[in-house]
């Protein structure tokens, strides 16, 4: 398990983020590249072991996030933990594992 970042806590910022993200504004896009990305390619570079590697699971990631906004469901858990699951995701099966 990777304990080596913190996730921002849920926030009404947070809320306003995925309300400009549903809406596909650009806005929404660059807060949340600006308040995930660090910790989301920490995560990332952790699994892959290759910074290259590491910087195409984060841009896949926030591909998926971009066309998948619509997905997250906020009774299921924390948006930050729908994005750890998302870029490990991504990066395990860039790196076949399971």
């Not at 600006?34 to 072991?49: E, K, P, Q, R």
């Not at 699971?57 to 996030?65: H, P, R, S, W």
């Not at 930050?80 to 995701?89: A, D, H, N, S």
């Amino acid at each position: 398990m990777i304990h080596a970042c913190t996730l921002p806590q849920s926030s009404i910022a947070e809320q306003k983020m995925i309300s400009l993200l549903i809406k596909k504004e650009k806005e929404g896009f660059d807060l949340l590249y600006d308040t995930y990305s660090a910790s989301l390619y920490l995560i990332s570079l952790t699994i892959t072991g290759d910074e290259t590697m590491a910087s195409q699971v984060l841009e896949n990631t926030f591909i998926f996030i971009w066309n998948n906004i619509d997905a997250y469901d906020s009774s299921k858990g924390r948006f930050g933990i729908w994005l750890v699951w998302i870029v490990k995701q991504e990066a395990f099966k860039r790196t076949n594992l399971p």
